[in-house]
C-alpha cells in the first residue's frame, strides 16, 4: 500500500489561509512580471482558470511562460507562522511501515518548506511536485497516473482537501480520504479566482459520499481512522 498525500491545504489547515498569499503572488507574476496591466492580468488568469484548470496551464500554453520561473516566482514566500509543528502527524507518519509521497500542484521547494515547519521532511521518500507529472497537475488523471507507475501493483490511499481532485482518483481505484475543514468563503468572500470553481465545488460536495471514502476534519485525524483505511485497502 502507498500513501499519497496532498501538500497545501491538506498538510495544514485550509484556515491558515496560505493559498491567500500564494493568490496574490501569481497576480503580481501576472502584472508585475508580465507587465500586463491590473484588469487585463486579471481576464487572462481567470479566462485561464476556466479553459486550462490552472493559471500556469493558460500560461505554458498561451504565453509561453517557463513553468519553472513562475513556480518560483509564486512560491517566494515565507509561511510566517501560518504553518506550525505538528507531533501529532509526525508520530502517525514516521510509524508508518509503507510509502509516503506528496502530490502537489505547486513546486517541490514550497513543499519542502510546508513540511519543515510541520516536523514532517523526513517522513516522505518522494515529492512529485508539478515538474515531476509534466505540469499535467491534478485534477488531470495523468498525475496520479505518474505517482501509480512508480509504484505497480499498489494499492494507494490519496488524501486531498480539494474535491475536484477526488473523483479521477476514485475512478483508478484510489482510496479517498477527504480532509473537509468545513472552511468555505460566504459567497460575498469569494475572491475571483477561487469563484472559478466555487459553484462546481459546492456541487461536488453534496455529492461527496461517491468520491470519498472517508472524510476528516484535519489531516492528523487520519491516524485513528487508519485501521478503517487498511481494512478498506484489504478489501474487508
Excluded at 498569499?21 to 481567470?46: C, S, T
Aim: proline fraction near 6%; charged fraction near 30%.
Amino acid at each position: 500500500m502507498i500513501l499519497i498525500l496532498d501538500c497545501d491545504n491538506t498538510l495544514y489547515p485550509a484556515s491558515a489561509n496560505v493559498m491567500e498569499v500564494n493568490d496574490v503572488r501569481i497576480q503580481r507574476y501576472i502584472r508585475e512580471v508580465m507587465g500586463f496591466p491590473p484588469e487585463v492580468a486579471e481576464e487572462k488568469r481567470l479566462g485561464y482558470l476556466r479553459q486550462y484548470g490552472t493559471t500556469l496551464g493558460g500560461l505554458m500554453a498561451e504565453e509561453q511562460v517557463d513553468p519553472e520561473e513562475f513556480l518560483a516566482y509564486v512560491h517566494n514566500y515565507e509561511l510566517d507562522g501560518r504553518v506550525a509543528f505538528n507531533p501529532a502527524l509526525a508520530q502517525f507518519l514516521r510509524e508508518l511501515d509503507l510509502p509516503r509521497v506528496i502530490l502537489t500542484s505547486a513546486c517541490e521547494a514550497h513543499a519542502r518548506k510546508v513540511t519543515a515547519a510541520l516536523g514532517i521532511t523526513e517522513c516522505f521518500e518522494h515529492i512529485y511536485d508539478l515538474k515531476a507529472v509534466d505540469y499535467r497537475g491534478k485534477p488531470e488523471r495523468y498525475a496520479y497516473e505518474r505517482v501509480l507507475r512508480d509504484y505497480p501493483g499498489e494499492k494507494a490511499v490519496f488524501v486531498d482537501d480539494r474535491m475536484l481532485n477526488l473523483p479521477p482518483a476514485k475512478d483508478l481505484g484510489i482510496i479517498n480520504v477527504w480532509v473537509n475543514e468545513g472552511w468555505l468563503p460566504a459567497r460575498g468572500e469569494v475572491t475571483p479566482a477561487l469563484s472559478v470553481f466555487y459553484e462546481e465545488a459546492k456541487r461536488l460536495q453534496e455529492r461527496a459520499g461517491e468520491f470519498a471514502d472517508f472524510t476528516i476534519q484535519r489531516v492528523e485525524q487520519l491516524a485513528d481512522l487508519w485501521p478503517q483505511v487498511q481494512a478498506k485497502a484489504a478489501g474487508r
